[in-house]
């Protein structure tokens, strides 16, 4: 199958753990075991990865040099660099008979997109309250409440195309695992003149790979986080993980809360535009996953299977 | 013909130029017009460009979150993010019938390569010999002088091997301009256990693109600059440019100050192997010297054409 996997932010990083390479490289190896089974049962790859707490250290490491701004699909840019760069060598390291290669990924975005007036992005580290409102103050920043912290936010649009699915479509018809979308990509906007530029954004991850998924007319849409399935009534003694489910069914059920809202959206839209199947789950289940035995499944139609 | 074009420094920002983001995406833009005219010729390219005042930068920038160093090469990666992103984009806006993409490169060195015992290659912002001092005492940094002023220098190995060089050939003969090897490539160095590990290392951009040339059997050799030719006796009132020489002739000459050094060992190196011409001048006269008719010219052979 060919199966686009979306690596969740603990894929690198485990909640908490400071931010230093080594941890990254660390946590990146881990994951490229995982996939490298995926790849040894026959699976053909394309590996997307987030790049939130990535683009909000280099924010903050940016504005040490104040004379030199950079905007944010600059460090979009770089974040794809840095952490492609790690991915790529972990799994090559493991996967010896395939090539692997980054590719940078420029994604349209709507110009008009009300995230552009209303940020929601959480990116970078975490802050008390009064931190993050002097931070706020002097850097002109976005602040909201995380998880009884404060973090920066910035504008998440909606990716409309993948801009380089093309050329990825030759390097997965040669047998090349390809790592690409990294960040959820570069956010870009067409020019009146035809071309395109660069605009200040941070796209979510999930949904830039359920677009990607459908453009490259993948079998799966597999998005690999640290909790095991998809649950109702999260939080509560009534918990309960969904396992094999309609999109029909799933998208009427509100996931506001945390990351899993962007995960469902990305795995119904798969769902239905394709009719193939979405998956949720944690990392170290992806083969079983695969296989169908663990995760929460998503599918269209009208009858469970 | 399918040629490998080096960017120089002053493609991304002229000399003195404060390191925005509007002025590399300006200079990108002219360096990207004079491309696209290659591009019109008929030629496939291969883009490769420098990263010693951003990745210098970045360092800068990473030191002011002192609890999470990244390694050179982590910032290489990050460079070749940044900076491919700026050159993908403008260039895609003027040669809009061809895809662009732009590629993470690994290049493998020597772990005993004499460049770590000896760091050369400047990097960063130029300073006064005090604060040079300074920061060199603060933050470890091996310093050397640089015109009258003081950088920081870090090691430089000999590339010996182009990892993504089976992955670059794929998409080169799909007919996509590619951009690869940025900032000379991500040094990494050859475990015992037969995988690869990126080391502290910042390679020479043209002497990455000769080899780039070599393995994907290119007919060029372009590296481009803001000096008209390679000149003999440079900087004296019998300085006199060069047009077309032999490699045997050239390098017996010794071209030790300035970037031109490695310039002209790269492009001895490619018409020594390969039998094909390498070429070094102005971006401005990019098609005139592809054509002959400007620009220092190095063949191999005994005879010259």
């Known amino acids: 199958m060919r199966i686009v996997v979306a690596l969740g932010g603990n894929a690198l990083l ?4 400071p931010m230093t390479a080594e941890n990254q490289r660390a946590n990146v190896r881990r994951a490229a075991a995982e996939l490298a089974d995926l790849v040894r049962a ?3 790859l394309v590996i997307t990865h987030g790049n939130g707490p990535q683009v909000g250290l ?3 490491q940016a504005a040490a040099t104040p004379d030199t701004p950079f905007p ?3 460090l979009d840019a770089e974040t794809a660099g840095m952490i492609g760069y790690v991915i790529q060598q972990e799994l090559g390291n493991v996967v010896k008979d395939r090539p692997v290669a980054t590719l940078l990924t420029q994604v349209r975005v709507d110009p008009h997109d009300p995230a552009f007036a209303t940020p929601t992005k959480p990116i970078g580290p ?14 002109g920043w976005t602040i909201a409440p995380d998880n009884g912290k404060w973090r920066r936010v910035v504008p998440s ?3 409309l195309e993948i801009l380089e699915a093309e050329v990825l479509v030759f390097l997965v018809e040669r047998g090349v695992i390809v790592i690409c979308a990294g960040g959820g990509g570069i956010p870009v906007i067409s020019l009146d003149s035809g071309g395109i530029i660069g605009i ?5 991850k999930d949904l830039a790979s359920s677009l990607l998924a459908r453009q490259l007319g993948a079998d799966m849409l597999l998005m690999l986080t640290d909790v095991d399935a998809v649950y109702l009534d999260w939080g509560t003694p009534q918990a309960r993980p969904l396992g094999w489910v309609q999109a029909g069914d799933i998208s009427a059920t509100v996931f506001a809360t945390g990351s899993m809202g962007p995960k469902v959206e990305a795995a119904v839209a798969f769902a239905v535009e394709t009719g193939k199947p979405a998956a949720i789950g944690r990392l170290e289940d992806a083969t079983e996953i695969v296989a169908g035995r663990r995760g929460t499944h998503i599918k269209s139609g009208t009858l469970l299977t």
């Open 42 to 44: 026959g699976h053909s």
């Open 200 to 204: 200040e954004a941070v796209i979510d």
């Open 58 to 60: 280099l924010a903050l």
């Open 14 to 17: 485990k909640r908490g753990e």
């Open 72 to 74: 944010l699909d600059v």
């Open 126 to 139: 975490v802050y008390d309250e009064d931190t993050a409102r002097r931070l706020a103050a002097e850097r």
């Open 157 to 159: 649009p909606k990716p």
